[in-house]
């Protein structure tokens, strides 16, 4: 079992739709959860990240941590064309322990 | 500011050679660390450096190995390349006081081994 599971997709919704990507984790030692959003031959962009359970809202994004049933989501309201890209869960258990453990990612498309 | 810079974007080897990359961290950020990223896969973390020294390591084999430099640039390595290597190698950033591990990425570098 990978540590970080998440369904690569692609994802399809239309424009103004409210999107859920999510991710599951095996690690219970995981405290940081991340989402970063990577465009085509670009590297990754961190959009949002959470420290231990709850929500965080930044704009458009809301992401959620249960760590309970070690289950992660990001929400996107209102989703644009640009929004358009393949989107990163990203776990890390902190105090210098190994690097951030990635899940394989989920392509999503915006139809305008 | 120009964020993490990676040096060359895009290279082709054959089995057998070495690949050196190159990587200039965000200013103001003095840790850096490389990601392995295959094609329709996540980032793999392969090493972190920080004060010049390998501080963590991820499940890769010898043949990849780095070094920082005391202005913070950094290079990585590849001995004896393998078909398997092909990937997106990224350079991440941090600050020292980045509890949460929280990375500033460049945009890659490609390599193609053939």
């Known amino acids: 079992q990978k540590e970080v599971e998440q369904d690569p997709g692609p994802l399809s919704v239309p424009e103004g739709a409210i999107v859920s990507l999510n991710c599951t984790y095996s690690?219970?030692?995981?405290?940081?959860f991340m989402w970063y959003r990577q465009y085509s031959r670009k590297g990754p962009e961190l959009l949002m990240y959470?420290?231990?359970?709850g929500n965080k809202e930044d704009g458009r994004f809301t992401a959620q941590v249960d760590k309970s049933s070690k289950y992660i989501s990001l929400f996107i309201r209102d989703s644009q064309p640009s929004d358009s890209a393949t989107y990163l869960c990203a776990t890390y258990s902190g105090g210098g322990a190994d690097g951030l453990t990635f899940g394989k990612g989920t392509h999503l498309i915006i139809q305008p | 500011d120009a964020g993490v810079t990676q040096s060359p974007t895009h290279l082709i080897k054959t089995r057998g050679q070495q690949v050196t990359l190159r990587c200039s961290p965000k200013s103001g950020h003095d840790t850096v660390s490389w990601y392995q990223q295959a094609l329709g896969q996540g980032p793999q973390f392969i090493f972190q450096y920080y004060e010049e020294e390998e501080r963590q390591r991820g499940n890769f084999p010898d043949r990849f190995s780095g070094h920082q430099f005391p202005n913070y640039s950094s290079e990585l390595n590849v001995n004896a390349l393998l078909l398997g290597d092909s990937a997106l190698y990224l350079c991440a950033s941090s600050p020292t006081d980045s509890g949460a591990n929280v990375l500033t990425f460049g945009a890659g570098s490609r390599l193609t081994v053939l």
């Open positions: 690690n219970s030692a995981f405290q940081y």
């Open positions: 959470t420290y231990s359970s």
